[in-house]
């Protein structure tokens, strides 16, 4: 069968284990993607540690915890995953929508090239195997935000798979000292958004939004190699700059274009996994690590106590710093899986495997995009240690604030002053100002060549130290 037929669009251009076991002893299951605001669906995270992060229990037994997260984001196109409808965050209520996206009688899907490209560039980014052939699957669930009555997702053959992502976390919670971690990744796939439901408790009503119907998302599903709320933290702010950096995501949190589902359990060491359970949604770093850090917590303290897990998915309450119940799943959802019909295969080439007089815009060449990815967070913060001589932290703080890098490098442009100092007054001067006026670097009062004169007076020893943080 030929490949499906690609809708070219312009590209938008901006530029720790803790163990959870799923269902009755560890039921796996599918995985399958959900792209919803509500709970929807089975998790499919399988719940296979790496390693064990342990906690003394009463009597000097000890616990282990497994955590799975599953991460959608949405890519950065003009144009949604199988319509032409625009594209954004900011637009009026039903303003983007097509006769797909509203899934009209007679209407089909055209896949578009840029979300193909940014899940072919995210899935090289991240270690994976890109599959050159990749199917499409219809998963059927009814909701009001879900217009069709199903998504168009990838569940049995994804286009990338087999992956893994390196990260750092602060040993013992000090900045001198960092571990390299790696957590694995299943699969990576393409699929549709669903709409938003809107409640209003005051009228006793939901309003149903469709501008997000049919918007693209990548599913990134890992397996459960982490073992508390930091270690995840730390994953997801490397995919999130890791996805800024190939342009294939904004990746902006508080917009919903990065959102996580943890997978969640403890048992003891040796022993079987213990029943798990979801914390959907989280749509913050910091939300994430406080939500699970409490579910690995209660769980315990629920053990303890004689009670059980229930397998069920929960929401994280930031106000009361806990995690409510939001339904069971001891009844399984049949999703009744079928073949998108409407989709051929998505078939994709390297140089060896292109055929000959193909049309450039309807094949995607697999090494073409690997020869041009950028340069990825983990290269840079190398080279800035290399290039500079900073300390390793040093270069993580610098690329984990939005905008800093940029700054630094600007100001080292325009001053004669030793990086070591630079690197000193911009992590500890300004970006301390700047959190003192719960600023961003791009609100910055000072530019970096106002920083970059002002090294240069402090070098030149025409002002005094204490002089010249009186400027900041």
Sequence with gaps: MAAPMLRGVSPVRRWSLAWVDGGSRHRRTSPNGSTSNRIREQSSVAQQPLHTAQKPRKGGHKWAAVVGLEIHAQISSNSKLFSGSQVSFTAPPNSLVSFFDASLPGTLPVLNRRCVEAAVMTGLALN?????????????????????GYQITQQRLPIAANGSLSYGVFVGNRWSHMATKTVR???????????????????????????????????????????????????????????????????NMAEGQLRVDANISVHHPGEPLGIRTEVKNLNSIRFLARAIDHEIQRQINELESGGEILNETRSFDPKLGCTVPMRDKEGKQDYRFMPEPNLPPLVLYDTASLPAGADSQQVINIDQIRDALPELPSATRKRLVQQYGMLPEHSFALLNEAGLLQFFQNVMKETRAEPKKVTSWVLNTLLGYLKHHNLAVSESPITPSALAGLLDLLDSKAISSSAAKQQV
């Design 185 to 251: 990744i299943k699969q990576i796939q393409l699929e549709q958004d669903s709409g938003k439901s809107l409640h209003d408790d005051l009228r006793s009503q939901t309003l149903i939004d469709l501008n997000r119907a049919g918007v693209g998302l990548l599913e990134v599903v890992m397996e459960p190699d982490l073992s508390c709320g930091e270690e995840a933290a730390a994953v997801v702010k490397e995919l999130q700059l890791i996805l800024q950096a190939l342009g294939t995501s904004q990746a």
């Design 128 to 148: 994976c195997r890109i599959n050159k052939k990749s199917l499409f699957d219809r998963k059927h669930y009814f909701y009001a935000d879900l217009p069709a």
